[in-house]
């Protein structure tokens, strides 16, 4: 896993959710140091904000139930969450797992490891968004795969040719039509559908 840039962070989305505290005050001043554009919040929201990047979130017993709502909360890859502990204790560590969290800092909160904490995440973020997409992608090849093989069906089983001609039949159309094979893949089908007539007497 590469090293994000220093750069990246400058201006980067930052919301601490902690407590109005010595604690809080240390990491948002020293968040502002490193060029991020930091925010606090407290108590803990019911969702996370679309624009922001990176989360701090204070983790403790005593609000397992407001973050286990945030927890739930979170649909698809959430943002870099970097979790601020007190105690390693089971019920923490399992609220961690819950959070989806990158990396974890305990109290009381010193300058020194915010840094370091800040570009593991980011950089753990990131690969995971790249995985993502490498899935996406890898979903709709074989969708495309799929579309292909149905609509060579169709062209072999309505002109009576081979898999060969049907696949060249549909390589060519797209050419001509300056679309994708998949394109072309789903008209066919589409067409075919469509010109399917229901029995006599239904």
């Known amino acids: 896993m590469p090293m994000p840039p220093l750069k990246s962070l400058k201006g980067l989305?930052?919301?601490?959710?902690?407590?109005?505290?010595?604690?809080?005050?240390?990491?948002?001043?020293?968040?502002r140091r490193i060029g991020c554009h930091a925010e606090a919040t407290w108590p803990i929201p019911r969702e996370i904000p679309a624009n922001i990047g990176v989360v701090f979130l204070s983790v403790d017993h005593e609000h397992r139930t407001e973050i286990s709502r945030l927890a739930k909360s979170i649909d698809g890859i959430?943002?870099?969450?970097?979790?601020?502990?007190?105690?390693?204790?089971?019920?923490?560590?399992?609220?961690?797992?819950?959070l989806g969290a990158l990396a974890a800092m305990d109290r009381p909160i010193r300058p020194f490891g915010v840094l370091t904490n800040?570009?593991?995440?980011?950089?753990?973020?990131?690969?995971?968004?790249?995985?993502?997409?490498?899935?996406?992608k890898l979903e709709?090849?074989?969708?495309s795969m799929q579309k292909i093989q149905k609509a060579k069906a169709i062209l072999m089983s309505i002109?009576?040719?081979g898999e060969?001609?049907?696949?060249?039949?549909?390589?060519?159309?797209?050419?001509?039509?300056?679309?994708?094979?998949?394109?072309?893949?789903?008209?066919?089908?589409?067409?075919?559908?469509?010109?399917?007539?229901?029995?006599?007497?239904?």
Do not use: C
């Open 78 to 98: 959430p943002p870099a969450i970097i979790a601020i502990v007190d105690y390693e204790i089971p019920s923490t560590l399992e609220l961690l797992f819950d």
């Open 164 to 202: 060969d001609a049907a696949y060249e039949t549909i390589r060519q159309q797209a050419m001509s039509k300056r679309v994708s094979m998949d394109d072309i893949a789903a008209s066919i089908i589409t067409a075919n559908e469509l010109l399917q007539f229901p029995p006599k007497g239904v």
């Open 140 to 143: 709709r090849r074989v969708s």
């Open 159 to 161: 002109h009576q040719i």
């Open 118 to 136: 800040l570009l593991l995440a980011r950089g753990l973020w990131q690969e995971r968004l790249d995985q993502q997409k490498r899935i996406h």
């Open 13 to 31: 989305p930052v919301l601490v959710v902690h407590p109005a505290d010595g604690d809080g005050r240390t990491l948002i001043d020293h968040l």
